[in-house]
């Protein structure tokens, strides 16, 4: 059994916690607990900007490859950025929106998350404090998760995160989906890919062993293409067991019960 002591900060908030693969929760646990990645509506960004964000957005996402159709925008590029700024600026005060800064237009384009020395300091030592009762067993470790507030202070909070009982990664359960009957195997990809699980390329087999859709070989791939447009239920019988693989599951397969409406 080899344990997992992980950390991380975001501005003045920060977490320690242990994983003991199978015994505790793991990662895949936690996702739902970390708000989903800032997008902003391309009809926002183009007709109505509220905020200095949409007007970074507009630079870097739509005017950018007008202005350079042959060049990609190089974000570690100090011209590149400023040109991405001038604009943003201008079309902000097109719009009378303030607060377009140099630094807020890196933190947009580049995706910065905000770091203070001191959240990293206290996050840092509390993981080696973690792993040092770990290698010496001189206390009881961490039990099972630790968060740090100093935006209004010095204060954290520990307590037990839970596992999740159809968890993909350290629990065995098989998990069931209702799909309707006219779903076809594609929208099922897709509800795996935006669902909890958030996969990357899932590959399927039945529980009778037939390749519903494999992601590699190209050849298989190819083979298997026909399938994406076909119902489930013309696949599937109600209650049949499917293998699932993809990328995110590293060596774990997922098994699911297919239910039909």
Sequence with gaps: ?????????EGFAGQARIIFPRITSCFECSLDAFPPQRNFPLCTIAETP??????????SILQWPKEFPDKKLD??????????????LAR???????????????GVVKNIIPAVASTNAIVSAACVGEVVKLLTFMS?????????MGSQGVYSHTFVYERKDDCAV?????????????DTLNQLIQQLKEGDLRLQ???MTSGGGKTLYMVKPAALEQATRPNLDKAVSSLLDA?????????????ISLSLSIEFE
């Design 1 to 9: 059994l080899i344990p997992i002591v992980d950390g991380g900060t």
């Design 50 to 59: 509220r905020r200095p964000e949409h007007c970074i957005a507009y630079a």
């Design 75 to 88: 974000k570690d590029s100090p011209e590149d950025m400023q040109w991405v700024y001038q604009q943003a």
């Design 92 to 106: 902000a005060e097109q719009y009378s929106i303030p607060g377009v800064t140099y630094m807020l237009t890196m």
């Design 140 to 148: 009881q470790t961490l039990n099972t998760y630790m968060m740090y």
């Design 170 to 182: 350290c629990t065995s359960a098989i998990r069931k989906l209702v799909l309707k009957r006219t």
């Design 201 to 203: 390329s899932p590959s």
């Design 239 to 251: 209650g049949e067991e499917v293998t699932v693989t993809d990328p995110v599951l590293e060596n």
